[in-house]
T-cell receptor, first 110, second 115 residues
Framework: RKEVEQDPGPFNVPEGATVAFNCTYS??????FFWYRQDCRKEPKLLMS???SGNEDGRFTAQLNRASQYISLLIRDSKLSDSATYLC???????????FGSGTRLLVRP | SAVISQKPSRDICQRGTSLTIQCQVD?????MFWYRQQPGQSLTLIATANQGSEATYESGFVIDKFPISRPNLTFSTLTVSNMSPEDSSIYLCSVLGTGGKYGYTFGSGTRLTVV
């Protein structure tokens, strides 16, 4: 079983839609989590950190449920520019290693 | 966040040869990592590059195949040795800045094709 699992998608949504991605993790040693965005043929870039209390950054909301070992990302009012692959990432605090999920591809259509 | 210069950006190599990828950071960083991203896949950690000592390799990766150097806090190299077509992939370096453990930045990657 992979340590971080995601639905690969693709999610094909119209502009303005709300879309939610889910991620589960199996390693309870991962204490910190992030969502990264990766555009085609580009390197991953940090989108936002995920905290137990949840956090919001504009149209993006991330939630972490430690009891269920579940992480989510909600994107409201989708833009064409949101089309990318979204990577769920866990941090092994003891070693500072990032563990990546397989990524969820989002396609926002006009 | 740190700015990373990774080169080459791409290369096409003959099987059996070796390629060295460089990662130069504009500031001293706490930790440096090397990842591989195979076509259509997510990132897999190859190793943690340790300054002044041998790198720490993940399961499935060995020093003979992927020797890594890190002579100082701003520079590291990854060599892909005795290449085969299965090594065709994108290789990325990543750094953790001294500003905090959430400051991970990635290089732009090296797209390697082995023929």
């Amino acid at each position: 079983r992979k340590e971080v699992e995601q639905d690969p998608g693709p999610f094909n949504v119209p502009e303005g839609a709300t879309v939610a991605f889910n991620c589960t993790y199996s390693n309870s040693a991962s204490q910190s989590f992030f969502w990264y965005r990766q555009d085609c043929r580009k390197e991953p870039k940090l989108l936002m950190s995920v905290y137990s209390s949840g956090n919001e950054d504009g149209r993006f909301t991330a939630q972490l449920n430690r009891a269920s070992q579940y992480i989510s990302l909600l994107i409201r009012d989708s833009k064409l520019s949101d089309s990318a692959t979204y990577l769920c990432v866990g941090l092994m605090d003891s070693s500072y290693k990032l563990i990546f999920g397989s990524g969820t591809r989002l396609l926002v259509r006009p | 966040s740190a700015v990373i210069s990774q080169k080459p950006s791409r290369d096409i190599c003959q099987r059996g040869t070796s390629l060295t990828i460089q990662c130069q950071v504009d500031s001293q960083v706490t930790m440096m990592f090397w990842y591989r991203q195979q076509p259509g896949q997510s990132l897999t950690l190859i190793a943690t590059a340790n300054q002044g000592s041998e790198a720490t390799y993940e399961s499935g990766f060995v020093i003979d195949k992927f020797p890594i150097s890190r002579p100082n806090l701003t520079f590291s190299t990854l060599t892909v040795s005795n290449m085969s077509p299965e090594d065709s992939s994108i290789y990325l370096c990543s750094v953790l800045g001294t500003g905090g453990k959430y400051g991970y930045t990635f290089g732009s990657g090296t797209r390697l094709t082995v023929v």
